[in-house]
């Protein structure tokens, strides 16, 4: 593409204001980078990276962008685990750090967010009004409420136990790719019935529109009981959670869980005693104190069915906030032996333990490293595995980096499909394309290809997610 | 950000300049950091030492040439940093000592209170360390924190050299730039070396309760702490400050971001992005302004660099040794 | 530094600098970060970045790159948060490392090896 960079940045400047249109390269690169392990490549650089502070300058850049035909990738966070964060193809970057609004209003029942606010700044500021947040990213320190509900992701949470966000959000304003400014939903508590657009913006991925404010229903923080259990192996866990949902029993909001090698490593992290197995952790919620309490003793019960060496409810705060990070560690201490390779398999709930038993073979499979191991902690009882491939060593090639994440990538969507199961958590685009294609075939591809065709006739926003390019 | 590179190739010039050729950061070769010691009878060599490493001193003049400098700045095309510079030191250092303008008189005036605060909290304990008068040495805490690691060899022999022709062992420091460098950065490059080094708070603190017996008067003020990233962060010294304020009847209130999640004060980068650090240091205050407007610090350069904004923002910023001057 | 000094630490810059995961932990308790209306070359992940393509020679010793580099403040939070540190990744460490490395080019009398 032959853009004229001087032009360019006169034209956004006029725009945005000159301070916050950034054509150096170094801001250019640490724009594009994202979480995955492989360096940039020039086409992921982008001319200039924009930084509006309300929606009518979005709706002029993207005029602008769609007169000049240039691409605009939407930057929240940049953590995306499945590669929508990168920008695939030159452009411009639009940051929305500079969009940090938030208004809480308790007689309205709702808050109204702007999109670059960090959900742990979310979580702060609800918290004086006594409400939740009812998203759970590992990454909320730096994860946006834009970027989280545009990926419609619940992160740690069950969704069986509260459900994701889009489940909350009760309207909202969206700039279309072609630059209107459009509102969309209700400002009552009881959400649109029908075809209210705002369902076809929630998990969009930046496709069909830049989103600028959110409004979500206020959720009243409920009352927690965490409980821990101690397993020989993962397996009991495992049939434990295919009982739950086999029994009908309303499911944690959280449902975590360290495989064998996984809680040692955390364990020592934290400074506790390495464990026999495997460990649970679950957290238990209520709308009321008594309901809370009573839930987690007659799930404490419910618990026996797998087994477990001992489980227990933990009253401590302090030892509970030690053994809940223990899972954070784990990754993070796995990290200095080496490399890990992620995966996200929601299976079918009574395939569970069939898909975590293939999900160890495609490890120890795996076509560009021999006799890799496998570790999984996570979200077990959401259901969800995060199957890890772990290398022990850092030193493998660029190339090499990108082939391991993009075959765990298949094969695991590969269990994905087979198990009658679609990632929960990450997304559906960029490097989850093929999966989308295999799984629910080409007519409905296609037909996503058409709506976004509809919504962004020149193909201006996050270019190259949905063509599924690398 | 417009010629930073320029600048910041001026800055890190002038200062590898000054240090190589006097030991001094600002290149000043007349003495200026003894004047506080009138009327303490402190002995000139000893096994222990109050190491000051002119810090406090410094600070008249860190105020009138980063002033300088700022105003300075736009006209930095025309001929470099380095004539200001050298402009400033000349009118500082060699030519005026008595130094008479209003911002700095003030400062001065504190950084003898709390050096002699010291001592005297330091003597109300038992302990009377030495001190070296002229001889006493910069730590070489910027060429460090500016990375310029290729001349700090050079300067740390030097002063490694000068304690032990002066059969130092132990080294008292009063900021925590100059213990983190005595402590963790001079063992780099000195084989065995084998001086000890702590803080003066750490010291003061293990003798709380003597301290608290020879205090005059109980201050019973209210504070907002604000703690210096090195001290905690780098250094780990947390509660030291804690236990001496509390000895001196001082109640100390905690603010958001405090101990080892203290915001910085944003000293660090004052001397070239002015603009950035107003903001850093604007945000910390009203962190701080919200919970009480006494300050309370430990460092010098927080000191300067908070008490810029007494007047705007309403505050008093107070050094820990201050009150210690006060107390006893 | 002679020649063989700054290719050592370029090599162990770059391999300090390969642990960072660019999970963006570490950027909003970054004072620079914050008071620059959090622009993320001003945060300690984006100078990690800016510092490892500096030395892949992407990028070259400007204006922008030694603003971003040298306006950290050395303050530590960031080391606090880092999601790296299991792995010894000391990120104010390595910024300041950095800052050596650019002093070879930046100061005056010296032959200006160009990083």
Known sequence: MDVNISKLTKDLGKIVGKEHVRTDKPTSVVYAKDTMPWDLEEKNIPYAVVRPSNSQEISKLLKYANEKLIPVHIHGSGTSLVGLARPKTEGIVLDTARMKKIRVYPERGYFEAEPGLHIVQVKKELAKYNAMLPLFPGSELVATIGGTVAVNTSAHGVDAALGKPGDFVLGFEVVLPTGEVIQTGTESTRRAAGIDPTKFFVGSEGLLGVLTLIRMRLVPLPYFENIVAYYKTTEDIIDTVMEMYKQGIHPPLFYEFLDERAAKIGFEAVGLEEPIGAVAMMRVHSWSKLGSEDKAQNFLKFLHVGNPIEAKIVEDIDEWNTIWTSRAEAGNYMYRLGMTFGSEISPRVDKLKEAFHDAQLIVKNLKNYNNAEFISFGHIGAPTIHAYAFIPTKDISNDLKKALTLEMREKSEDLNIKYGGCGGEWGLTAQRVSFLKKKYGESLYELLVRMKKAFDPNDILNRGNLQGWI | MKRSKKFISEVLSTLKDNIQRTGDPFGIKSVYWTGWTKGLDLQRSGETILLTARMYQMLPYIIQITGLVASARPFISRGGLAPIVNVGNRIMGDKIIKVKSLGSKNIRSKGKKVLTGIVNALSAIGQRPAYLYEDEPYSGVLLYDLGLDEYIEDHIKKVYSLLKSHNVKKVIGVDPHTVFMFKEIYPKYIKNYDIEVKHYLEILSDNKDTLRKACKKSLDKKFVIHDSCYMTRELGIIEQVRRVSSSLGITIIEPENTKLDTACCGGPIEYAFRDLTEKVSESRIQELVGVSKNILVECPICLINLRKYEKKMGINVWDIGELLFGAL | ?115
């Open chain 3, 1 to 115: 530094m002679d020649i063989k000094e700054s290719q050592a630490l370029r090599s162990n810059l770059l391999q300090e600098i390969g642990k960072c995961r660019a999970c963006r932990f570490c950027i909003d308790v970054c004072p620079s970060y914050q008071s620059t209306e959090w622009v993320e070359n001003m945060s300690p992940y984006g100078r990690l970045q800016i510092l490892k393509y500096l030395i892949n020679g992407a990028l070259d010793e400007g204006d922008p790159l030694i603003y971003s580099l040298y306006s950290c403040l050395q303050c530590g939070r960031c080391d606090r948060l880092c999601k790296a540190k299991g792995q010894n990744l000391e990120v104010s460490k390595l910024i300041r490392l950095g800052k050596y490395l650019l002093s070879q080019g930046l100061v005056k009398g010296k032959k200006s090896e160009k990083v």
